[in-house]
């Protein structure tokens, strides 16, 4: 059984080396870790706060530690993972900052992705005079759970901030890597990162 | 789910102790459900905790409410679907439900042991459901399941013989108690010994129960396994309807009786039932010891403290779940035990389940826990014969 992800999981899992140790930070339903486990022979942790999420996990055999992102990884040892991922997770966190040092302290990689604010439709939406309502983001401006809005240039200024290593960097839009104008040009934003 | 039957087995073997103690022979109770499979690799082990037994699930016929103390989570078609797994709950020696202990006659002297019980600990309960395991022909457990201090004897199991379980799965437990803990049991304890009814744990001869000593003891314990939300929605400042009734005045003027001996509140009257029951059914010496082996479960002690050295050993896959407003065995504990598996890369999920019952919450019924321990065994089962 392969367990399905969406087209932007699927090109983040292609950067990960198969038969690495994996923490995936807010991890959902473990749909990710699962398909790194079955198609790369990954093997590792999720980390996710919400009930169902937890449950969907167990079902599927994904090992899954319940905890709240916010309150730091201080579970987990340097670099103890070959990988740590971060899919959608930053943007919900209110220690931002904090959790991007996290994730390379406990990662010997880190891979960061998050929606890309800069994307053109959203930028043509705020011109317009309008928050953006994408496929990408389709919540309205008073009920979404994003507290962080970045761009992709945004998230780089960010990392060399805290003295982050960004070993690659690019968007993804409809699962096809984007290296040309990612931030003007990609609904998703990826970094890899390390110390 | 069919009538169960508490079965006892006889060990002529001495069974040797930490302490040093020996216990010479000794009987263990206990009950199965469910079925043994042909290659035996489903068998699952409930320890219980505190004032729990063999009695895990189930109803003894002719005997109405007499279901086992976790039969919500034991049984056909149950998170521990007994359809699947072959499930044995066993009582441990020094308890008083079965099993050896201070009201059976030690062998050496014909005389019944009474406060003479040598101190058990958690490693020898361990060690007598190993040898139970043994002679049931079960070399490995699919999985152990405990909460509380079963959930430290599920944790032993897995330092002790590690080879032998497959599954741990430990709720609402710790890797040790706190100071906080070992001095509620000091409490406990001196409520019992200072009851004059005691008489130095030979209370068996002088024909008396040291019932107030228990009851305190109990009323104590039962504050610290609610959470104070729990207390206040169930209780809150309520008085008794009796007293406000029987006031000569209407209740808002005169709403106390300015009693310090009568029940006023319904909380009081609450604690004062739950004593009483306990104290008709509990064994003094028991409690005492029982108590001992919480304060003494530290399987990090013989590596300086490191709990992460401590379960180097562990080999087993585990499932830990913990209950936010249980401060008795609060999540920061599970979280000791979950990072010192973290750091030996082993397998381990863990549940923190948020739920305003306390300790307590471990033995009710609670769609999230037990969606999460279900699971947990339809993954173990998938893995059965293979």
Partial sequence: MTSFIDPTQQAIAEWIPPGSRVLDLGCGDGAMLAHLQEARGCSGYGVEIADDNVLECVRRGVQVIQANLDEGLSMFEDASFDVVLQIDTLQHLRNAEVMLRETVRVGKVGIVAHPNFGHWPNRWSVLRGRMPVTPRLPYSWYDTPNIRFGTHADLSILARRCGLHILDSCGIQDGQVVRRFPNLLASTSVYRLSR | MPYVNPQYLH??????????????????????????????????????????????????????????????????????????????????????????????????????????????????????????????????????????????????????????????????????????????????????????????????????????????????????????????????????????????????QRPYRYSTQDIEFQIESYLRYQGDKFAEYFDANTYLLITRVLDYFDPASRFGGHLTEALRRATARFLVVSFTTDWRFSPKRSREIVKALLDNKRDVTYAEIDTPHGHDAFLLDDARYHGVVRAYFSRVAATLGR
């Fill in chain 2, 11 to 252: 060990f002529a073997d001495a069974l040797p102790l930490q302490s040093g103690a020996v216990l010479r022979e000794y009987d263990l109770c206990f009950e199965t459900y469910g079925t043994l499979n042909a290659d035996r690799s489903n068998a699952v082990l409930v320890c219980h905790a505190l004032n729990a037994s063999h009695h895990v699930a189930g109803e003894y016929e002719g005997q109405s409410k007499s279901q086992g103390w976790w039969d919500n989570m034991v049984g056909p078609g149950k998170p521990i679907d007994t359809n699947v797994f072959f499930v044995i709950g066993v009582n441990n020696p020094g308890s008083c439900f079965g099993s050896t202990g201070p009201m059976h006659p030690n062998p050496d002297t014909g005389k019944v042991y009474g406060p003479d019980f040598p101190v058990v600990t958690v490693e020898d309960w361990v060690d007598a459901q190993a040898r139970l395991l043994d002679s049931l022909g079960i070399d490995t457990l699919s999985a152990v399941v405990g909460g509380s201090l079963g959930g430290m004897q599920a944790l032993s199991w897995t330092l002790q013989y590690p080879q032998r379980v497959r599954h741990a799965v430990v709720i609402a437990s710790a890797p040790n108690l706190t100071a906080e803990n070992i001095a509620f049991n000091e409490v406990a304890r001196r409520a019992i010994v200072t009851d004059p009814d005691f008489h130095g744990g030979n209370y068996y001869a002088h024909g008396t129960v040291p019932k107030r000593g228990l009851r305190i003891a109990r009323m104590i314990g039962h504050i610290t396994y609610l959470s104070d939300d729990v207390m206040n929605e169930r209780f809150g400042r309520q008085l008794r309807d009796a007293i406000v009734a029987n006031a000569a005045e209407p209740p808002q």
